[in-house]
């Protein structure tokens, strides 16, 4: 029997289950997975039982299974179901083996998922989705499945040839994904923090999402704010998270003047030390002004990449200019 007494802080159970204290604190809160103790101070304290039940998570979550449907197991059930998830991996490791089973091309990844989408099979593009997210690893996923899947969602729907509610049930499926992917990476001990969002008017979150799955798979830490956030409540986030990249998508240019506005107001509302980094359909058709108010354009998630990797990736002291 696994010792129940809390003495644990949350800073080493993150270190000795591979998950982030973001995560940690996610799963409790949303999903109840465990149930830590409050020492004096209110800090959270976790047994062995609790680091022993969140390593089984852990691996299930992994195996390709969402939370979600898991949280509520007994340790006992996910005992049972991490093992038979790695006895049937090991299998199908033999079999590939034996039959030399390539890794899946992403193209046609991209192509095979238009089957469950048409047929709005939102449980099989998940599970479909996180295989290759197996297969391949996140960062190649990301840039050759996820984002070329969007584009083609959206050409789809603007050509006619699919739905609204085709491109919102895939949008919605692959941006639960990735929002759940960024906050299980768990960031570099070191690392600075890029917060993701999306300006005041912008009411699609799949490319911000994008953003901070990228980012997340390059170490950082990232603070995921979703959409439609004034300028305001970015920049007051940011000072607040010590941010050193703030990172917008704006994916449909509703209103070019109010989202010019909102960007001017939010480089003058943090400090010129943070980069801010603008991506997503519509950023080409604001580049030219963007580099006036010194915001980096970036069209690609390569192009975010390279800010990223321009961006001092160390932490920031508050209210540094």
């Known amino acids: ?16 289950t591979g998950l982030s204290q973001d995560i940690l604190r996610v799963w409790e809160r949303r999903y109840s997975a465990v149930q830590p103790s409050r020492g004096p101070g209110g800090h959270r304290l976790y047994s062995d039982a609790d680091i022993a039940r969140l390593r089984l998570l852990s691996a299930a979550t992994t195996a390709g299974r969402s939370i979600s449907r898991v949280a509520h197991l007994s340790t006992r059930e996910l005992t049972r179901m991490v093992e038979e998830d790695a006895v049937a991996r090991a299998a199908r490791a033999r079999a590939r083996s034996a039959a030399r089973e390539p890794v899946p091309n992403a193209a046609d990844v991209v192509e095979r998922a238009a089957v469950p989408i048409a047929a709005m099979d939102s449980a099989e593009l998940e599970h479909m989705l996180r295989r290759a997210i197996a297969q391949l690893g996140m960062a190649t996923f990301i840039e050759d499945v996820a984002a070329p899947l969007l584009r083609r969602i959206g050409d789809d729907w603007h050509a006619g040839r699919s739905t609204i509610a085709h491109e919102h049930l895939a949008s919605a499926t692959i941006h639960d994904i990735l929002v759940e992917a960024m906050r299980s990476m768990a960031p570099r001990s070191t690392a600075a923090t890029v917060l993701v969002a999306t300006p005041s008017g912008e009411r699609h979150a799949i490319g911000a999402a994008l953003i901070g799955a990228a980012a997340a798979s390059e170490g950082w830490r990232v603070v995921y704010l979703g959409a439609d956030m004034p300028a305001s409540e970015i920049a007051a986030a940011a000072l607040a998270t010590k941010a050193r990249v703030v990172a917008l998508s704006v994916i449909y240019l509703h209103d070019r003047a109010r989202t010019l506005a909102e960007l001017r107001s939010l480089r003058a509302l943090v400090p010129s030390s943070v980069t801010i980094v603008v991506g997503g359909r519509a950023a ?38």
């Open 1 to 16: 029997m696994e010792d129940t007494r809390p003495k644990h802080p949350i800073a080493v159970v993150a270190e000795r």
């Open 284 to 321: 080409l058709a604001m580049a030219e002004d963007l580099g006036k108010l010194g915001v980096v354009v970036g069209t690609t998630l390569l192009d975010l990449h390279d800010a990223l990797a321009t961006a001092p990736n160390d932490p920031v002291e508050r209210g540094a200019a």
